[in-house]
């Protein structure tokens, strides 16, 4: 395979030549990637570095998948001008679970070791929380953008927020990273840890960074912000999804999702073609065939889905239909009257604009919210 393969879409490969170095040891390298969990699954854009820690497991390396359960009680701004929400534990850990599965689309489980920071971090005393602060300084921390633009501004920066990356690099120094793995928003946290590898007595890390995918509303492709292609979603999520991307993206994510370059052929068959190979991946050929036809029948052919859940209607005449929105397709009430208004609340494919329908009207009836969820109607309260 070679280096090319391994270094393959990566923006920094920092120290020069210190990949090939560490290449030549006799032994498995210990490649690391962690994990703040803010979606409840591996996303696309995590699975860019996901690809590259594939690619130096079928070389013979030894990936290692941190999930920040600890770190996560903090709050990694990655580049946001405020802290991130704390998360609770118990969803910290339903998260991990989840997005362990989702990796493994990509990753080989037998070549992946799977950890949590909790394990080391947890147990430093005060002493060793003090030892870490003494590997870098405030000056150093201030050059960070996100931490330097936010000083500038005098907005508020907490003490946890500056322990965050000195946490980061202890994970590399409690696992022996030989790589470590993350997107171009991680560069200063990657860095770190070769500064705070070195002040521990260990060789420094490599760092590789990888591009951010931006998602089809132009922004970065974030669990937290919600504008993501799970890699474990439902199939017709995945394909009507990859759909939205702008035509203009297409050489981009061609790049960096399929690893190779976009066809000259129509836009719209080589979105299509992205779309059948995210969901093939996860999911395989056949269920990625099926969601085209899904997608096609809704979007093409402007017809529901041959397969929906049905729906019972509340009883009382007439139904109020904002609450029968919010009850079958989990929405508040003010999003249902909202999609109401903006026409995109449908009965049998035609646009309803009442707050209130006659029960007959709507018993038996396919009912659209959006463009993708359907549900069937039936009397029984």
């Known amino acids: ?22 290449l030549k040891l006799s032994r498995p390298l210990r490649v ?8 409840p699954q591996a996303t696309l854009g995590n699975g860019i570095p996901l690809q590259r820690m594939r690619a130096f497991q079928d070389e013979g390396h030894v ?16 580049g946001r001008s405020a802290e ?11 998260m991990a679970a989840r997005f362990f599965e989702s990796a493994y689309t990509i990753l080989d489980p037998e070549r992946t070791e799977v950890r ?15 030892r870490l602060t003494r590997t870098t300084t405030v000056a150093r921390m201030l050059e960070r953008d996100d931490f330097a633009n936010r000083f500038a501004a005098n907005e508020p920066i907490s003490v946890s927020e500056l322990l965050y990356p000195l946490m980061q690099a202890y994970d590399s120094v409690a696992i022996e990273a030989d790589v470590e793995l993350g997107g171009t928003d991680q560069l200063y946290n990657l860095l770190t840890g070769r500064d705070v590898m070195e002040a521990y007595g260990l060789e420094p890390q490599v760092v590789l960074t990888t591009p951010l995918i931006n998602s089809w509303d132009g922004t970065k492709m974030s669990g937290s912000r919600g504008n993501y292609i799970g890699l474990l979603e439902a199939p017709e999520e995945q394909f009507g ?14 790049r960096l999702i399929m690893e190779e370059d976009a066809p000259a052929e129509d836009p719209m068959e080589a979105k299509r073609a992205l779309a059948r190979w995210i969901v093939g991946r996860s999911h395989g050929e056949e269920a990625a065939h099926a969601a085209e036809e899904h997608f096609n029948r809704l979007f093409r052919d402007r017809k529901p889905p041959e397969e929906m859940e049905e729906h019972s209607l509340p009883e009382g005449d007439p139904v109020h239909l904002p609450a029968l929105l919010a009850d079958a397709f989990a929405l508040s009430t003010s999003e249902a009257r909202r999609l109401i208004s ?36 039936n009397g029984a309260a």
């Open 1 to 22: 395979m070679g280096i090319a393969e391994l270094t393959r879409n990566a923006v920094d490969v920092l120290p020069q030549g210190g990949l090939e170095a560490k």
């Open 32 to 39: 690391k990637l962690g994990i703040d969990v803010t979606a």
């Open 63 to 78: 990936g290692v998948l941190i999930i920040g359960d600890y770190t996560a009680r903090i709050g990694d701004p990655s």
């Open 84 to 94: 991130r929400p704390i998360l609770d534990p118990e969803e910290i850990d339903r």
């Open 116 to 130: 949590f920071n909790g394990e080391w971090l947890k147990e430093l005393d005060f002493a060793g929380v003090l």
């Open 241 to 254: 999804k990859a759909m939205r991307f702008p035509d203009e993206m297409l050489p981009e994510l061609y």
């Open 342 to 377: 903006q026409g995109g609340v449908k009965l049998d494919g035609d646009a309803v604009s009442e707050i209130d329908l006659p029960r007959a009207r709507l018993e038996g009836a396919v009912l659209q919210a959006g463009k993708r969820r359907f549900v069937r109607l």
